[in-house]
C-alpha cells in the first residue's frame, strides 16, 4: 500500500540519498518536507528554503517540499509565490507565531495564495516552543480562510487538545460547499500526533466518523537529519488503531496516501 508522510521537518543539513534510503527502510513511498522555521528574516527564508529545494531537487519523486513562511515578514509575498513557482514546492507551511490569521494586515497574503490556488498546512493545536504561541493556533480561526476559496488547508495535529473544534471547522466548510456548490470544500485534517495515546484512537474515529477518510492524512512530525524511527513508530501505531477502528483497505489507502497526494500533488 502507497504511504505518503504529509509532515516531516528538517533541522539541518541532509542528504537526499540518505533519507530515500530510510524510507525505503519502513515502506514509506513519499514525504514532504518542511524547510525550517524563520519567524523574522526574509534572508534567512530564502536560504532555508533554497536548502529545502536542494533535497526534493535531489529526489523529484520521493520528496516534496512545504515552504515555512511568516506571513508578517516584509516582503513575504514574493518569496512565497516564488517558493511555490520557479522554486517548486507543492505547498505552504505556516505556524501562526503570535499573530491571528483573521488579522486584517494579513488579507494581502491569503489574497497572493488565493490568486495562486495555493496548498497550505497549518499548525493547529498546542505549541511547543514559540513562547505563548498556542492561544493563536486554534483551529477556528482559519474560518477566515472562507474568503479565501482557492486555498486549500489542512489542519495538523488534529488540533490536539481542540479535536472537536477542529471537526467543527470542518462541518463549516462543508457547509459552505454544499450550499454554494462553487465554493469549493477547502479543509483536511493531518492526523500527525499531538493527540496522546489514551485519546488517539477516539479522536481518529470521531475525524474519520465525521470527515470521512477522504479528507484525513498520514503524517509523523519526524524530522530530517533522522533516522526516521518515530515516523516508523508512529506508522505501526496508526496502522494498529486502523485495525482496531475497522478500516477498509480502500480507506486506509486514502488516510495513507490518497488525500495527501490530492493536497499537495507530486510536482506542483
Known sequence: MRIVDCHVHTKGPAS???????????????????????????AKTRENLLATKKLFDEAPDRISGLAWVTPTIDGIIDLAAEALGEMGFVGIKIIPDHFFVYEERLEPFWAKLDELRAAILFHTGILYGHEDGSRFCKPLYLEKMFYYPNIR???????????????????????????DPDHPYQSYIDITPGTPPHIRKQALTNAIDFCGSERIMFGSDDCVPSDLSYQREVLEGDLKLFDEIALDEQQQARILAGTADEVFPPGG
Open 16 to 42: 537526499a540519498a540518505e533519507i530515500v534510503k530510510r524510507m525505503d527502510a519502513n515502506g514509506v513511498d513519499r514525504m514532504l518536507v518542511i524547510s525550517q522555521c524563520e519567524r523574522v528574516s526574509l
Open 153 to 179: 488547508f489542512a489542519m495538523a495535529h488534529i488540533s490536539w487538545p481542540w479535536c472537536e473544534e477542529s471537526l467543527a471547522v470542518m462541518g463549516r466548510m462543508r457547509s459552505a460547499h454544499r450550499s
